[in-house]
């Protein structure tokens, strides 16, 4: 499915009104939120440039792939395109009363009388029974905006645009993000199964070792339960790590907008996937780097400006118009005739039972709204960024000590299956050992996995790649 251009063959008047609209960016919007001078729980403050193409930081060509193929055939990204093509449309509808409008009207009428002597609703008599004319006019009409009602429409209107556009970089940046996510949770389930495979398999071999020594009787019926049931657990893990695997597959097509049959993942080991170091800059940037914010302030724009069409419905309106025409009896004469109108009328609201004010009261309240929400979305954009660096922190100090939790356990349990093949140690201390080994390489990758997913996190807490310049 490919994607073309967001941009529709406007006409040149749209085109003009819109790039009236648009010359200028729109003045920032106060939210009465001061942003920290800092990350509370950022190790270095790096003023880093975003990345664009942050997915590429993971050192994934699959992820990459998977990346371009989400962006060119997702049908979330499809829909939130069509819904900026649909608010460029608005904003051309809500600009163009803007300048006057102009009709040209050509039409031909012809009448008969059928019987009788005609009246006074007709133009044919008894002694002309047939009347055709023809007549020819072009008609401007223009409504003066004295009270910027029309200009604010239009700014609503282009306000809401951008708040589309910023609505589908966020729409992209979560759908990317959970591309890459649901990646590494199926890189790191298979992971868990090979883990989990290899200790079925080492468990086998101290079965088969428990049978020998229960066969030659120096080992008792309750060791040989006892390895059985081990044996028999390692065994229950491998469909419910399958199960794991195949919903994130699952998923991960869902997103790409293709069933899981035509999902090919390659295969790719979950160890070449390396976290990149992200320097998350000052707190203040957020407000440019994350489109979900840009899209809460340009809805709060729209609905100050709604306040002004609202206001100004309630004041008169004063407008235009003029006619140049021409008409005739016959076709060839139609343009010996001409003649032109002008017309102009003042309209004003006397009594509406209190709706024309009730509307602004409505627009001003949605703007109070919008402005809550907005100053919500940036409060929570902070506290998105300082939980990823507290995770990434803490899960950093976990796999300094996990790893040599792991490189413990791999000792112990070799020295116990060595010390029971000799039989200076007994089968309960073995599966022990067994128990804390599996237990600790399964740990190892779960924590990897939460590395990666954190590195996810704050790339999507501070928006990706994407800011307001590009």
Known sequence: MNKRSLTPQLSALSVCLLLTACGANPPAIDSGIAAPAAWHYAEHEVNQATNQHWWTQFGSPALNRLIDQARRDSFDVAAAMARVRQAQATAVIAGAPLLPELKFNLGASRQRLLRGSGNSELDATESNRTVTNYDANLTASYEIDFWGGRAAARDSAVHSLQASEFDQANVELTLLSNVADRYAQTLAARQRLQIAELNLANARNVLNLVQTRFDAGSATALELAQQKSLV??????????????????????????????????????????????????????????????????????????????????????????????????????????????????????????????????KARARQDELLQTYRGAIINGFADVEKALSSITRLDQQRQWQTEELHQAQTAFQIAQSRYEAGAEDLLTVLETQRTLYDAQDQNVLLRLSRLQASIALYKALGGGWNTDI
């Open 232 to 361: 028999a657990g390692q065994q229950r893990q491998l469909p419910l790590i399958e199960q794991s695997a195949e919903e994130s597959q699952i998923t991960l097509a869902a997103l790409l907008g293709q069933p899981v049959q035509a999902l090919d993942l390659g295969t790719e080991p979950f160890h070449a996937l390396s976290w990149p170091s992200i320097g998350p800059g000052v707190p203040s940037q957020l407000l440019s780097r994350r489109p979900d914010l840009a899209q809460a302030e340009a809805q709060l724009a729209a609905a100050s400006a709604d306040v002004t069409v609202a206001r100004a419905a309630m004041l008169p309106t004063v407008t235009l118009g003029a006619t140049l025409g021409s008409g005739a009896s016959k076709a060839e004469e139609i343009l010996r005739s001409p003649f032109y109108t002008l017309t102009s009328g003042l309209m004003a609201p006397i009594f509406n039972n209190g709706r024309l004010s009730a509307e602004r009261d």
